[in-house]
């Protein structure tokens, strides 16, 4: 059958959303409204004749509600198929009535589960009855019609419904259930039983917004979002102003927004990313400061960059920020001077986050292989420092040991192999991606020195530096590497089978070396 008159619609949902409205424009169109609870209330409120599901079944509702719809007459008017002559003379003989609508949303488990309620309320708000009917209505889409969505209102509010918008209601109500069971089956896994990687791992996603490709052209794109209100980062920003964000712009944000997060305790800082590595980080007393040091770290890898600030922009710092090409800037937040400021700048997309992200929060992280897929815990590791451990004969001294922190930082967010010179609260080098750690100690160093003939230093930064390492030293050469550019602390995992050679080159160096026991891998 393509298109069908409603004679009888059925109404039971948490969010009464336009239900009002939806009642008056059915019971205009001589539709019979069979409603439940606080639903036929709401109706009845505004006037609109509404039977009881009890009344059609025959049963009163019990147990709290929990058994009011699960009753063969409402099912049997959902699932039998018009045309059947044996449904129909089963219809017939046991006095069950077709039921063409169904509106349904379901008991808001997510919001519940956020807002921190106790687990009792949060089993209640686990609902049986909405699933079965959604379901029930959606296999039987040729004839019955399921809206679960209050944008979806005005499709069936004509009386009529066609077999093209039942089809795509339907798959949207078994779209719903799935990530209505996701949302269940994880709480149950990660909050009730503590499971971080569940046997099953059930995973619902609903498309935020189709981007205009992929990583290339040829690929195509789109962001998705978590249920929940508890979701907080850089897709949840509000983007002020510019050009759609790509597919590439999000996944280098992201970058600079989980590197940024890191100091959101910490004074006024400024990540710079380039194809999601960090390309320049610092930290000063005021934000601009901040980001004059970390532009200068690697100021031609900057053109075209991403920023992320942990502070609210000010115009001082947005004007700084636009004497280049940007493409993205993420921020907490912008006063009115800053936005003005990017306000001419019309392709540049400014993001305001709000309250940063928390960077030891738990979560999951997916890849995709073929044939399958990989998922770990977030690296929400941060360095305990009681579990440091000098291992060297002379210890870093104080500032030696805050740039060690700082050089660390840095690194767990830079791609392996990395190496990740600091100085002061800035970046003086970063080396990322290399196959071996010797590489990405030279090309940090080479970075350096670019960075200070570009700037018209006596020296570059690496000169009495600190450095990271994200792994340990296999070998002495990266480490002596780090010597020739002018480190003279050093911070790494350890671990490494030759961990002796590499202290005693340490030693003969005159370094201090500091090994965290922690590993810091981002492939």
Not at 167 to 174: G, H, S
Not at 413 to 439: F, P, W
Request: proline letters at 4%; aromatic letters at 6%; glycine letters at 8%.
């Amino acid at each position: 059958m393509t298109e069908i008159r409603i004679t009888r619609a059925l109404l039971s949902v948490s969010d009464k959303t336009g239900l009002v409205e939806l009642g008056q424009a059915l019971a205009a169109q001589g539709v019979e409204l069979v409603s439940t609870g606080g639903t036929a209330r709401a109706l009845r409120d505004a006037g609109l004749a509404v039977r009881d599901v009890s009344d059609l079944t025959g049963f009163p509702e019990m147990m709290d509600g929990r058994v009011k719809t699960l009753h063969p007459v409402v099912h049997g008017g959902l699932l039998g198929v018009r045309d059947n002559p044996e449904h129909q003379a089963a219809m017939a003989e046991h006095g069950i009535g077709a039921i063409d609508l169904v509106v349904v949303n379901l008991y808001p488990f997510e919001a519940t589960v956020a807002r921190g309620a106790a687990r009792d309320e949060i089993i209640e708000n686990i609902d049986i009855g909405g699933p079965s009917m959604v379901r029930s209505a959606a296999k039987n889409h040729a004839h019955v019609a399921i809206v679960t969505d209050p944008a979806d209102y005005a499709l069936v509010s004509t009386g009529t419904t066609s077999l093209a918008d039942r089809r795509r209601l339907a798959a949207k109500a078994y779209a719903l259930t799935a990530r209505y069971d996701a949302a269940i089956a994880g709480w149950f896994a990660h909050a009730d039983q503590g499971e971080a990687l569940p046997e099953t791992l059930p995973v619902a996603l609903t498309r935020g917004a189709v981007l205009r490709y992929g990583e290339n052209p040829h690929q195509a794109a789109a962001l998705y979002l978590p249920g929940g209100a508890a979701a907080r980062g850089i897709a949840q920003a509000e983007q002020v102003q510019g050009k759609d964000l790509s597919y590439n712009n999000y996944n280098d944000a992201d970058a600079a927004l989980e590197l940024v997060a890191e100091f959101r305790d910490g004074p006024p800082t400024v990540v710079i990313v380039k194809h999601a590595n960090p390309c320049g980080v610092a930290s000063a007393d005021t934000l601009i400061d901040a980001y004059r040091a970390a532009l200068a770290c690697d100021s031609v890898s900057a053109f075209g960059g991403i920023i992320a600030v942990n502070r609210p922009l000010d115009g001082d710092t947005a004007r700084a920020i636009t004497e280049i090409f940007t493409e993205v800037v993420a921020a907490p937040d912008a006063d009115a001077e800053a936005r003005a400021v990017f306000a001419q700048k019309k392709n540049l997309r400014l993001l305001l986050t709000g309250e940063l992200p928390d960077p030891a929060r738990p979560g999951l992280m997916l890849k995709s292989i073929a044939g399958g897929m990989l998922v770990q815990t977030r690296d929400a590791g941060r360095i305990d420092e009681t579990a440091l451990k000098v291992v060297t004969r002379r210890a870093p001294t104080a500032q030696e040991l805050a740039d060690c922190r700082f050089a660390w930082t840095v690194a767990k967010h830079v791609k392996s192999n990395a190496i990740v010179y600091a100085k002061d609260g800035c970046t003086a080098g970063i080396g990322a991606g290399q196959m071996n750690r010797l590489e990405s100690a030279r090309i940090a160093a080479w970075k350096a020195k670019d960075a200070a003939d570009k700037a018209g230093w006596a020296q570059p930064r690496t000169t009495g530096s600190a450095v990271a390492s994200d792994a340990f030293f296999p070998f002495a050469d990266g480490l002596m590497a780090a010597v020739e550019a002018g480190a003279t602390a050093v911070i790494q995992p350890g671990g490494s089978i030759r961990d002796d050679e590499v202290i005693a080159a340490a030693d003969a160096a005159g370094l201090a070396m500091i090994f965290t026991g922690m590993r810091h891998f981002r492939h």
